[in-house]
């Protein structure tokens, strides 16, 4: 398929089906202290990667909307609001008992349900994610949270009793940190940043919420549901330029805990403004460049369909694709032939299509991007390996297998987030071992092959290098039980269900003597109710 081909792809207004037509959403207010604050200032308009050819025969973005353009005193106005309510934990959301908090959250579960349609069309139009995919985000979204909250009744029953050691009575619970500073990333607008919000927020934080630039407007029909679910200034809602908006919430010094999924260069920037880094905690997903190898012995049928999945779901921008292969040189021939066939019988188009697998990229600048990485790698030696690809239509970028990559080439050290595919060709894992010792990233890498002496020589290296080690299998996150985090610049602190609420909270204990008069306190304290936290309630 050429360009022209993939041009012929885009819509006429009256070519997108009814059930995905959208009315342009432009929101003109704010989720703060409770309130939907009136906003009468600087919007951005919001653009969708789906294009629309105009009269004169070239491809325009689709307007979707447009959201407020708040600036440093708004900023500032959103983490008082969020410091009120936590009011040095003596605010209700942090003396809220658990059962009370997971009682909040049950009703902001079932208004959200109200809006999946709303929200999953609008992932579609700003970010061009396909409507299975987008779909599985919020049904996953959801999905989390109930696992979530299930996870925090089990953690509450096993801290509902005391412990005697050593003369000394004790409850050891988990209390909230304060405030929390919330940026999500624009690939999975609504999961990943919920990830990080329900456990925030269900642990007794009060949150400060960044949008992304792209795929904010999703977020809007969702306000009202925090809104009416929590109490004021529990959630706050921050639009706006980051440059503007983040470096007086950040050089307050009010922040307790920083969750960013985004750049590694970001997190740096941003970590710099606070005041008193030792009082800050850092919850992060960063960069990454996942690797997988593909061994002598593999079996290119599993290699060839794990790794098609793992480079190019959501056009391979995610943080957990598989973003470099490494293929020996005894079949590396017959793995590109493989490979590449089935690249190209992806099928692009629009979000709404059926069956629809490579979509229109929502960062402006991407094309021009990923075409630079294929000329620089091309000037050094390597090759296009897949008919049609690099292929690109305004916003449409036919993946490209790259072969052979090397040390020096953009695509050998740096993240393209993109459909691109970069092959390396080794003849001795110790290169591949040596690769990820070099690289600056550390979250996942693949294997695929059959000699489990082979395979395990590489697991025992690679587990001291990265987070995740999959066995042909491609690189992912879930299940969301299992710890996902990363190693160097990848990731800070470990993002999972049980994890996530750990990192968003400290143990604490109340103690005293083992004597008869202080056990008559704490029986009294606990018979009746006195405190929310020293208590043996138990959770069903």
């Known amino acids: 398929m050429n360009s022209q081909q993939l041009t012929s792809l885009f819509p006429t207004e009256d070519q997108i089906p009814v059930d ?28 969708s990667p789906v294009c629309i050819p105009s009269p004169d025969g070239t491809l325009q973005r689709k307007l979707v909307g447009s959201f407020p353009v708040t600036g440093p005193t708004e900023a500032v106005e959103a983490l008082d609001a969020a410091v009120g309510a936590y009011n040095n934990g003596r605010g209700e959301w942090p003396q809220m008992s658990v059962a009370a908090r997971i009682g909040c959250m049950d009703t902001f579960v079932g208004k959200m349900l109200e809006q999946k349609k ?9 970010i061009g994610k396909n409507l299975a995919d987008a779909t599985k ?13 299930d996870t925090l009744k089990t953690m509450d029953r096993n801290s509902s009793r005391f ?7 004790g409850q050891i619970r988990r209390s909230p940190l304060g405030v929390v500073l919330a940026m999500g990333p624009f690939n999975y607008p609504l999961n990943e940043t919920y990830t990080t919000l329900i456990p925030a927020i269900l642990m007794g934080n009060t949150i400060l919420f ?22 004021k200034g529990v959630v706050n809602s921050l639009y706006g330029r980051g440059a503007d908006v983040i470096p007086p919430v950040m050089q307050s010094g009010k922040v307790n805990v920083l969750t960013l999924i985004g750049s590694s260069r970001v997190a740096d920037q941003l970590q710099r403004q606070h005041p008193k880094l030792n009082r800050l905690r850092s919850i992060m997903s960063l960069d990454a460049k996942n690797a997988a190898i593909i061994l002598p012995d593999a079996d290119l049928n599993v290699a060839v369909s794990e790794c098609l999945l793992g480079t190019l779901s959501f056009n391979g921008q995610r943080c957990t694709a598989i973003k470099i292969i490494w293929a020996h040189r005894s079949i590396a021939d017959k793995f590109l032939a493989q490979f590449g066939s089935e690249v190209s019988k992806l099928k692009p188009g629009m979000p709404w299509d059926a069956g629809v697998q490579i979509t229109p990229l929502p ?84 294997i695929f092959g059959k000699d489990t002496a082979e395979i395990a020589r590489l697991i025992d290296p690679l ?25 160097k610049d990848s990731a800070e602190g470990t993002l999972s269900v049980e ?12 103690a005293t003597k083992d004597t008869a008069a202080n056990k008559a306190i704490l029986n009294d304290i606990v018979e009746h109710h006195k405190s929310e936290f020293l208590s043996t309630n138990f959770i069903f």
Not at 210 to 228: D, I, N
Not at 499 to 510: E, Q
Request: net charge negative; proline share 6%; charged share 25%.
């Open 363 to 446: 960062e402006p600048s991407k094309p021009d991007y990923l075409a630079d990485c294929i000329r620089d790698a091309e000037a050094g030696g390597a090759s296009i390996m897949n008919a049609g690809g690099g292929d690109v239509s305004a916003s449409l970028f036919k993946p490209a297998v790259v072969y052979p990559v090397k040390e020096g080439m953009k695509l050998y050290r740096e993240e393209q987030f993109g459909p691109i595919i970069p092959v390396v060709v080794y003849d001795d894992v110790e290169e591949f071992i040596e690769y990820l010792i070099t690289d600056d990233h550390g979250m996942q890498a693949s």
């Open 210 to 231: 960044k949008t992304p630039k792209h795929g904010s407007l999703l977020h809007y029909p969702l306000l009202e549901a925090f809104r009416t679910s929590f109490p």
């Open 463 to 487: 587990v001291n290098l990265v987070s995740r080690v999959n066995i042909n299998a491609q690189c992912q996150r879930g299940p969301d039980t299992f710890p996902f985090t990363g190693r």
């Open 137 to 149: 985000e919020f049904d996953r979204t959801v999905s989390y949270i109930y696992d979530t909250i």
């Open 163 to 169: 412990r005697i050691e050593e003369g000394i009575i």
């Open 499 to 510: 994890d996530a609420l750990r990192s968003f909270s400290i143990r604490s204990a109340v």
């Open 118 to 126: 709303l929200v999953v069309n609008l992932i579609m139009w700003e």
């Open 20 to 47: 995905y037509r959208i009315e342009p959403i432009h929101q003109r207010e704010y989720l703060l202290n409770g309130e939907m604050r009136q906003w009468h200032g600087a919007v951005s308009d919001v653009y």
